[in-house]
């Protein structure tokens, strides 16, 4: 389909949904539970069409890591969200001050109506089916635009869910950045984002042209800091994993590492032992994942021989590039002190490359975290609650993990964005369920009430009710 007949497709397709929506308005809750099911069925029944659609898109994406980073994850929070649903979907009764008594105060927790999902290529049904997962929960009607970069997984996740709903229901628009632009300029109920920080900015100012309201979940340079009490090899293994897991192409992985200065040489080799012990023989290990694209392979290689020829040392695990046979495996590196100019130190990396730096202490590294743009995740290592915690207290980022990347995405009642730079809004459980709904305040009177006595003109019950509503 060409451009124009999908930017074409997208108008005629808002419009079936925003009267379909208000033809439904409130769509029940067990309706809901039951797209959620069919939802839930779907990635499980297709789930093995699925890997290999991505495995082709990545031109090879480890089976395991797509086990559980795209269908396992999007299965588990559709069961989480069925569960609670009943709950979260209820209103909220608040107190109501006796100033204003008798009445009933509440929160309705009403659809907005119409969500703009863009997903991007790292988890390339995770996170078109995850935000779907909130949208559907909370009564939307919701519109997907993947990432260009994994057409096999766009078209699928097209063909699947037209199977699955109507149109008017779900519909997937596949598309360029052309598409994705128009997409993001029509007049949603909310748009929801995920992608890098530049295009985030441009998909803030076009929600902003309809005031519709965004979630951005964007990138950005996650650092894992290593306190001096911490066994540098220990913590090596738990980055080496968050780093080389998906080859670096996840949005949570760890950036860059801070280590106690004159650490930064024994910390690369222990990262580079574990990476060997995890992902042995790059290029024939199935459970090593391919770069996305040619663009975003040399990119990668640009930047670390950027950092080496201003002098940085380079670890980079073997690959017998014959017996890989594709030229986008990108082995495990790691760069020892690149200078704090280069790209590796000022772009987020997404790739397979490990930067290690030192540091003069937790203070000195919080500094160095905080001059910077706020992350999407931050992880510091110590042996001592106190001294991680004292370390969150004294930095800011998204989320955190301690002692251990990534996995607080996996915790569904931990809402999951961005701060600053790296996004704004968060979704995951009852988080991402409120993403999509309005919380309607409601204040009930019963037919008379006795607010009509302090109406002009203004009196003595008028004075006595100043008095109460000040103390
Ligand atoms: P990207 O920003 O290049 O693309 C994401 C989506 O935006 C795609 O669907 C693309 O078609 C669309 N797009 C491209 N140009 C656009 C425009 N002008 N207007 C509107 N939309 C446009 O990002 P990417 O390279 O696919 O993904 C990598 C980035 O995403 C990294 O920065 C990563 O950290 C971030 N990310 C964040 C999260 C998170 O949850 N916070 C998750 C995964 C990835």
Known sequence: MSD???????????????????????????????????LEALVKARGEDFATAIDADFGRRSKAETAIGEAGFVIASAKHARQHLSHWAASRRKPVPMTLAPGKAYVRREPKGVAGIVSPWNYSMQLALAPLVAALAAGCRAMIKPSEFTPRTAELLHETLSELFNEDHVAVIEGGPDVAKAFCALPFDHLFYTGSTPVGRLVAKAAAENLTPVTLELGGKSPAVIAPDFDLDQAAKTIAWGK????????????????????????????????????????????????????????????????????????????????????????????????????????????????????????????????????????????????????????????????????????????????????QGAYHGETGFLTFPHERAVFEAPVWHPSRMVFPPYGKVFEFFKKLQTG
């Open 244 to 423: 080389y897991f998906n080859a670096g192409q996840t949005c949570v992985a760890p950036d860059y590492a801070l280590v106690p200065r004159g650490g930064q040489r024994a910390f690369g080799e222990a990262v580079m032992r574990e990476a060997d012990a995890m992902w042995p023989d790059v290029a024939g290990n199935g459970d090593y994942t391919a770069i996305i694209s040619e663009k975003h392979h040399a990119r990668l290689t640009e930047m670390v021989e950027e950092a080496r020829a201003a002098g940085a040392e380079v670890l980079q695990a073997a690959l017998d590039k014959e017996k890989a046979g594709n030229t986008r495996i990108f082995p495990p590196t790691v760069v020892i002190d690149p200078p704090l100019d280069s790209a590796l130190m000022r772009e987020e990396i997404f790739g397979p490359v490990l930067p290690v730096l030192g540091h003069d202490g937790l203070s000195d590294a919080a500094r160095f975290v905080n001059e910077r743009d706020r992350p999407l995740a931050l992880y510091v290592y110590s042996k001592s609650s106190a001294t991680a915690r004292d370390f969150l207290a004294r930095t800011m980022s998204g989320g955190a993990g301690v002692n251990l990347p990534m996995l607080h995405l996996s915790v569904e009642d931990l809402p999951f964005g961005g701060v600053g730079a790296s996004g």
């Open 4 to 38: 124009s007949d999908a930017i074409a497709r997208m108008h005629a397709l808002l419009k079936a949904q925003k009267s379909a929506f208000e033809a439904e308005r409130h769509r029940p809750v067990e309706e809901r539970k039951s797209d959620l099911k069919k």
